[in-house]
Structure formats: structure tokens, C-alpha cells
């Protein structure tokens, strides 16, 4: 395999193993020792923050698990940069979280019904470019809780694998309408401005 598509796979497994809370899985075998994680303006409660080495992200993952929610993460096709021994990538993401059991409000009866109104009537910004405070289902059982972009660097280990090295997660403020012609998050151009082997 080509290393764009190492790296492409890397980004994939590394969604996969966290959305199953599989943590110790990539803590071995998909980040470096020294693995750093930022992100910037998380929604979700207690997941913002710095976290330097492997050890003290796997920690954060840990603490953040919910016994009431289970996530699953929509990808884009990632633009990834290689250079040498070490590549960036970066990927657009949405995150969509599965309630395990029903609110009482979805209750079939007059609360579904207020709940199933409430989400048709008012799941899109003002501006209708994205849904906003009301991204829940009909029933409330699941909901776009975040959504951004992953900015990731990768390094080449001693046996020739790539590994992340750092990545981080700038999200987009899902409760408030985009203002026209905003700049996007600094960094975020990084990957389709570089000029090394890219795909």
C-alpha cells in the first residue's frame, strides 16, 4: 500500500476503534508515544482541552465515555500531505451520537408528538446552511453533536508504519448560523496549500 493510503487507513481505524471505545487498541498500535490532541471549541461536555502524550490522551478518552450514548463518525475523503518521513492530513468530520434508550419527552403520546414537531419544524439554522440548536430525530434518539475538521500530523516509526504524532479537532458552532463570507479557522488551509505528494 502507498503511504497515502496507509495514512488514509490510519485516519479510518483511529474513528473506528474510538467510536466503539476501543481505546486501548489505538493507544498501542496507531500514536506515538508523545501524541499530543487539541480541540478547539468542542461542544461535547468536557471534551475541549490540551492533552500531551499518549498516556495522558488515552486518560481524557477514558473519562469522556457515556453509558448513555453511542458515537459514530461520518468522514470525508482526507487531503493528505507526505513529506520525507513525516505527512499531514486533513479531514472534515461529523458526529453523529445514538441514544441507547428513549427520553421520557419521546414517549409515544403527546410528548413524541411535541418532540417529532419540534425537530421537523426546527432542525436547520437561520440561514438553512446546516442544522442548529434542534439537530435531534424525530424521537431524540440520535444527534449531530459535533462537527469540524481534524488536522493531523504523522511520523514514520523505527519498522516503517506511520503513526499520528499530534492531531487538532477545530469544531464549527453547530447552535449559531454561519455569518457570510467568515474566515475559516487558522490552519485549516495547511493541506491544499502545500506542495508535497498529495492526493
Not at 495514512?7 to 508515544?33: G, M, S
Request: zero cysteines; glycine letters at 8%.
Amino acid at each position: 500500500m502507498t503511504d497515502i493510503g496507509d495514512i488514509r487507513t490510519l485516519i479510518a481505524r483511529f474513528a473506528y476503534l474510538r467510536d466503539r471505545e476501543r481505546h486501548d487498541q489505538w493507544a498501542d498500535h496507531l500514536v506515538a508515544d508523545d501524541f499530543t490532541y487539541r480541540a478547539v471549541d468542542d461542544p461535547l461536555p468536557g471534551g475541549g482541552g490540551s492533552y500531551q502524550g499518549r498516556d495522558e490522551v488515552l486518560a481524557h478518552f477514558r473519562a469522556a465515555a457515556s453509558d448513555h450514548w453511542r458515537a459514530t463518525h461520518f468522514l470525508s475523503e482526507p487531503v493528505i500531505d507526505v513529506a520525507g518521513e513525516r505527512a499531514h492530513a486533513a479531514t472534515d468530520f461529523a458526529l453523529l451520537r445514538l441514544r441507547d434508550s428513549l427520553p421520557a419527552a419521546a414517549v409515544p403520546g403527546a410528548g413524541a408528538a411535541a418532540a417529532h414537531a419540534d425537530s421537523a419544524d426546527h432542525r436547520y439554522s437561520a440561514d438553512h446552511r446546516y442544522s442548529a440548536d434542534h439537530r435531534y430525530s424525530a424521537d431524540h434518539r440520535y444527534e449531530v453533536a459535533a462537527a469540524g475538521r481534524y488536522e493531523d500530523d504523522f511520523v514514520r516509526d523505527a519498522d516503517g508504519r506511520w503513526r499520528f504524532a499530534a492531531r487538532l479537532v477545530t469544531h464549527l458552532p453547530l447552535g449559531a448560523s454561519r455569518q457570510a463570507g467568515a474566515s475559516q479557522p487558522a490552519g485549516t488551509e495547511h493541506s491544499l496549500a502545500a506542495g508535497s505528494a498529495h492526493e
